[in-house]
């Protein structure tokens, strides 16, 4: 499959908007994840299914996934759009494509930490803006210059490796063979019960391991899908926030 510059230039738009301020924080929250990423990149080069089905592949390595402190483990978004397109236009397994987004993402680090260093000086600016009362120059500090780093050190990154990532991978799988490429797939199966189990380390605490097993029996003994069980979770959650509140209420009174 080729990828056009205009298909390239769209995915690499989603990826920037997937970190910056214009939707209003929800880019964070949605066109972050694996699984968005891999149908939208699907959605643009023809394929949705198949995109949605490696997005979501590769969405389970990051089940556990967490930035703590400014530290980033890795990128879900890189991995997401670059892998899934790389995967696509290659025309490799979805378990190859898993092995290959796991490296694409670890890069996506070198993308955050350019842009915390870069955020560092711009603060600097805003701080000399403030000494002299000038509200403008801050908000200019404070907008400008962090969207259009952003932008130049996520934009063309992406676009140049799905414009021409493609052809080299290909020529780079061939070069190897298919034993190696047997043995990325192995590997890549392997990648999500990485995922999965940092997933459980985080549900297996106390307070919450209650709610992985209710759910685990409705599937199991009622037969219901995951549709249903996040149905029945929401509702519960609901009243679990009631119930809090008026406690809380209580307590106050």
Same mark, same amino acid.
């Given at each position: ?143 400008? %210059?962090?969207? *259009?780093?952003? +932008?130049?050190?996520? !934009? #063309?990154? /992406?676009?140049?490796?799905? @414009?021409?990532?493609? &052809? ?37 605490? %106390?307070?919450? *391991?209650?709610? +992985?097993?209710?759910? !685990? #029996?409705? /599937?199991?003994?009622?037969? @219901?899908?995951?549709? &249903? ?25």
């Amino acid at each position: 499959m080729h990828i056009s510059a205009f298909q390239a230039g769209l995915i690499a738009l989603f990826y920037y908007l997937a970190q910056g301020p214009w939707l209003m924080g929800l880019g964070y929250w949605t066109l972050y994840r694996p699984l968005v990423a891999g149908t939208l990149v699907g959605f643009v080069l023809g394929n949705p299914v198949q995109g949605a089905i490696i997005g979501a592949t590769i969405n389970l390595i990051y089940l556990g996934f967490i930035s703590a402190g400014g530290a980033l483990p890795g990128d879900p978004a890189l991995a997401g759009y670059v892998g899934t397109a790389l995967a696509l236009a290659s025309g490799i397994d979805v378990n190859a494509a898993l092995a290959l987004a796991v490296p694409i993402g670890l890069l996506g680090t070198v993308i955050w930490f350019v842009r915390m260093t870069g955020g560092a000086i711009f603060v600097h600016w805003a701080d000399r803006y403030a000494e002299d009362g000038n509200i403008n120059g801050v908000v200019f500090c404070n907008v400008v %210059p962090p969207q *259009i780093l952003l +932008f130049v050190i996520s !934009f #063309f990154p /992406v676009y140049f490796a799905v @414009l021409y990532g493609p &052809a080299a991978v290909k020529g780079f799988i061939d070069l190897l063979g298919q034993g190696v490429l047997k043995a990325l797939m192995v590997v890549g199966g392997m990648l999500p019960a990485l995922g999965i189990a940092m997933n459980l380390m985080g549900i297996s605490r %106390p307070g919450t *391991i209650a709610y +992985f097993l209710l759910g !685990f #029996f409705l /599937v199991v003994y009622l037969k @219901l899908d995951i549709v &249903a069980v996040g149905a029945f979770a929401a509702v519960l959650a609901f009243l679990m926030i009631q119930a809090t509140a008026k406690g809380g209420v209580q307590n106050e009174g």
